[in-house]
């Protein structure tokens, strides 16, 4: 068995998928956190709806992100440099990929016993998982923007040895 043939970026289709995906999951995150805050202040039910399914979709998707992230991940060849970014980015996406199961748990179970309401107490801890996806989106721009992982100029300098 022969190995996948790596393009100009180290990868063996045209584009990242990981950047694709998790973009994905954090507008689906962002606008649940958006659809609960305005309908809790407004009792919106409809609207708290819309942020259950969200945050459901996105607690499948995340998943996804992160499987893309280190099959990536495995082929870029970072520098020296770049390793403790991305070594946190990778710890970070695990643990953010459990919280947003947890709270859409959570979020389910508060969904099951009212669902014309939402608890104080869920709001700030979806406040502290906003808090984690910026964090986690500084990180994968960091990787990208700073230490150019699948960047094709980066790329071909790694592979020339001119960077390390």
């Given at each position: 068995?022969?190995?996948?043939?790596?393009?100009?970026?180290?990868?063996?289709?045209?584009?990242?998928?990981h950047p694709i995906?998790?973009?994905?999951?954090?507008?689906?995150?962002?606008?649940?956190?958006?659809?609960?805050?305005?309908?809790?202040?407004?009792?919106n039910t409809r609207?708290?709806?819309?942020?259950?399914?969200?945050?459901?979709?996105?607690?499948?998707?995340?998943?996804?992100?992160?499987?893309?992230?280190?099959?990536?991940?495995?082929?870029?060849?970072?520098?020296?440099?770049?390793?403790?970014?991305?070594?946190?980015?990778?710890?970070?996406?695990?643990?953010?990929?459990?919280?947003v199961v947890a709270?859409?748990?959570?979020?389910?179970?508060?969904?099951?016993?009212?669902?014309?309401?939402?608890?104080?107490?869920?709001?700030?801890?979806?406040?502290?998982?906003?808090?984690?996806?910026?964090?986690?989106?500084?990180?994968?721009?960091?990787?990208?923007?700073?230490?150019?992982?699948?960047?094709?100029?980066?790329?071909?300098?790694?592979?020339?040895?001119?960077?390390?």
């Open positions: 068995m022969s190995a996948l043939p790596l393009n100009s970026q180290n990868l063996p289709y045209p584009d990242p998928m995906i998790v973009h994905f999951v954090i507008a689906m995150v962002f606008f649940s956190f958006f659809c609960d805050l305005v309908g809790y202040f407004t009792r609207l708290l709806e819309v942020s259950f399914w969200n945050m459901f979709v996105a607690s499948v998707a995340i998943f996804l992100a992160i499987i893309f992230g280190q099959f990536e991940a495995g082929l870029a060849q970072a520098s020296l440099a770049a390793q403790p970014t991305l070594n946190f980015h990778t710890v970070l996406g695990w643990s953010l990929g459990a919280l709270i859409t748990a959570w979020r389910f179970v508060i969904r099951n016993r009212n669902p014309l309401k939402i608890s104080p107490a869920y709001l700030g801890v979806a406040t502290f998982l906003i808090c984690l996806v910026f964090l986690q989106e500084y990180l994968g721009s960091k990787l990208f923007w700073v230490y150019g992982l699948h960047v094709e100029p980066v790329v071909e300098a790694m592979k020339q040895g001119v960077s390390r």
